[in-house]
């Protein structure tokens, strides 16, 4: 049974994440999204409790997807829970950067133990981010095409408040 890890901060998660998701589900036996808070990014729009408790709804249904969090570091995440790889999506040359050093890192910090695999959103998502979708919503624009109808209600809520 071949599980790999989606680490990511996934505020909110966007249909450029869940075609990423949908993507590895489909290649492997078993996904475990960890949702983690990025310490490179300071302030959130969704609490980390939050974020955890939409994908858990989102993915209630489907059984070789499981969503975790921790404080831990991703690799460390990868290996408590078995998983043989970390997925990562791809979008542009300036993601690929990152992607790359990150990769490295991931593999020196577990003695070899964890690759990084890259898959490229489908490309009606290639350009989805959830700075973007932020960046719509503060701005009032529709922002719907981008995320579930689930994550577009909780924004909605969160703007009433
Ligand atoms: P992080 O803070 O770790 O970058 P994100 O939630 O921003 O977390 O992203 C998690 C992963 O999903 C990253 O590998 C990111 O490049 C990837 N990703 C995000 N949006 C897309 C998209 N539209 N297409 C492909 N990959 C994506």
């Known amino acids: 049974m071949t599980k790999v890890l989606y680490p990511g901060s996934f505020d909110p998660i966007t249909k450029g994440h869940m075609n990423i998701v949908k993507q590895a589900s489909d290649l492997f036996d078993e996904v475990i999204i960890a949702v983690l808070q990025n310490p490179l990014k300071k302030s959130s729009l969704f609490t980390l409790e939050e974020r955890i408790e939409i994908i858990k709804e989102l993915y209630k ?9 921790d404080s831990k570091a991703a690799v460390d995440i990868a290996l408590l ?6 997925i990562r999506g791809l979008r542009s040359l300036s993601d690929y950067d990152y992607e790359v050093q990150l990769q490295q890192i991931n593999k020196e910090i577990s003695n070899n133990q964890i690759n990084t695999i890259c898959l490229f959103a489908d490309k009606e998502y290639q350009f989805v981010s959830s700075s973007v979708v932020k960046e719509l919503f503060n701005l009032n624009k529709d922002f719907s095409r981008y995320v579930s109808p689930l994550v577009q209600e909780k924004m909605l809520i969160k703007k009433l408040r």
């Open 61 to 69: 249904n489907v059984s070789n997807i499981k969503i975790v969090s």
């Open 81 to 86: 829970y078995g998983c043989k790889a970390i």
